[in-house]
């Protein structure tokens, strides 16, 4: 799969000023965002990719504040070494330690990942991913059954095994991410981890104490039915993907139509992941 990378810069910076068009493209289907100096980056596949669409959306902002952005197609053959030259290891509180295979380890953490970053994405660098691992942090695994929707590379899948869960269902639309949970599964030689390439029709037809999906919105909010269905009574479903303001009281309403109580939420510049009990 080939993918469409563009540097945004904005001028001043400012994050309010990059959270609205980071927010605007994922509404049209940019999946991946880097901060670089002076802007980001977006990434979406180039099958998803539509100049008219981007243009359209990128009008709305053009009297509220100067930016520019570069395009540049990365043929999959060049997205590993674009990922592995950007990856460096990160550090949750002193818990712990996502690395890739070529970073040497630390064993003075209680909890390593290992990740091949390839081109599945969810390497525990962004925001949402690494809210998701602290909450993991305080979170009961032991002898659940999970349920991770967008799982990216595994790294959730991946952690919440290593707290002790029973058996987990990592799924994901992109063939890339299913294949590299499998993958990254093996390297933390983790076995109860059944991966899935689908959306919400693939869930098993089953019970899950936990559900983890850090995805976006949009697609929270259409798979909100599905994921109640899947959860058990008293299970906890933990969600991230979206902005504070006013993703937050949006999710928080469709949660509720399904009995989804919120609990609390932890915010990273100004995103969100957020803890709710059936």
Same mark, same amino acid.
Not at 23 to 52: C, H, M, R, W
Not at 72 to 87: A, M
């Given at each position: =799969?080939?993918?469409?990378?563009?540097?945004?810069?904005?001028?001043?910076?400012e994050?309010?000023?990059?959270?609205?068009?980071?927010?605007?493209?994922?509404?049209?289907? $940019?999946?991946?965002?880097?901060?670089?100096?002076?802007?980001?980056?977006?990434?979406?596949? %180039?099958?998803?990719?539509?100049?008219?669409?981007?243009?359209?959306?990128?009008a709305?902002?053009?009297?509220?504040?100067? $930016?520019?952005?570069?395009?540049?197609?990365?043929?999959?053959?060049?997205?590993?070494?674009?990922?592995?030259?950007?990856?460096?290891?990160?550090?949750?509180?002193?818990k712990?330690?996502?690395?890739a295979? $070529?970073?040497?380890?630390?064993?003075?953490?209680?909890?390593?990942?290992?990740?091949?970053?390839k081109?599945?994405?969810?390497?525990?660098?962004?925001?949402?991913?690494?809210? =998701?691992?602290? *909450?993991?942090?305080?979170?009961?695994?032991?002898?659940?059954?999970?349920?991770?929707?967008?799982?990216?590379?595994?790294?959730?899948?991946?952690?919440? %095994?290593?707290l002790?869960?029973?058996?987990?269902?990592?799924?994901?639309?992109?063939?890339?991410?299913?294949?590299?949970t499998?993958?990254?599964?093996?390297?933390?030689?983790?076995?109860?981890?059944?991966?899935l390439c689908? %959306?919400?029709?693939?869930?098993?037809?089953?019970?899950?104490?936990?559900?983890?999906?850090?995805?976006?919105?949009?697609?929270?909010?259409?798979? =909100?039915?599905?994921?109640?269905?899947?959860?058990?009574?008293?299970?906890?479903?933990?969600? %991230?993907?979206?902005?504070?303001?006013?993703?937050?009281?949006?999710?928080?309403?469709?949660?509720? #139509?399904?009995?989804?109580?919120?609990?609390?939420?932890?915010?990273?510049?100004? *995103?969100?992941?957020? #803890?709710f009990?059936?």
């Amino acid at each position: =799969m080939n993918y469409y990378e563009l540097l945004f810069t904005t001028i001043p910076t400012e994050d309010y000023q990059q959270d609205l068009l980071i927010n605007a493209l994922g509404e049209i289907g $940019f999946d991946t965002f880097e901060e670089v100096d002076f802007g980001f980056k977006a990434y979406i596949p %180039s099958a998803d990719f539509d100049q008219e669409t981007l243009n359209e959306t990128l009008a709305v902002y053009q009297d509220m504040f100067s $930016f520019s952005y570069e395009i540049t197609l990365i043929p999959q053959k060049n997205w590993n070494e674009v990922w592995e030259s950007n990856f460096e290891p990160i550090e949750i509180g002193d818990k712990i330690f996502v690395r890739a295979t $070529f970073h040497q380890p630390k064993p003075e953490f209680p909890y390593e990942i290992v990740i091949d970053p390839k081109m599945a994405f969810g390497t525990g660098h962004h925001q949402t991913t690494s809210m =998701m691992l602290e *909450w993991a942090l305080e979170t009961d695994f032991a002898g659940k059954k999970v349920l991770d929707m967008g799982c990216g590379t595994g790294i959730l899948a991946i952690m919440a %095994s290593k707290l002790g869960s029973g058996p987990v269902t990592a799924i994901d639309y992109d063939p890339v991410c299913y294949e590299s949970t499998i993958e990254n599964s093996a390297l933390n030689n983790i076995n109860n981890i059944t991966a899935l390439c689908g %959306s919400k029709e693939v869930i098993p037809d089953e019970k899950y104490d936990i559900i983890l999906a850090n995805i976006n919105r949009n697609i929270l909010l259409d798979q =909100m039915e599905r994921y109640n269905e899947a959860l058990l009574p008293g299970g906890e479903i933990y969600f %991230s993907g979206f902005y504070e303001t006013p993703d937050l009281d949006i999710i928080t309403e469709e949660a509720g #139509k399904y009995g989804l109580k919120y609990i609390s939420h932890k915010k990273n510049k100004d *995103w969100v992941a957020a #803890k709710f009990v059936k």
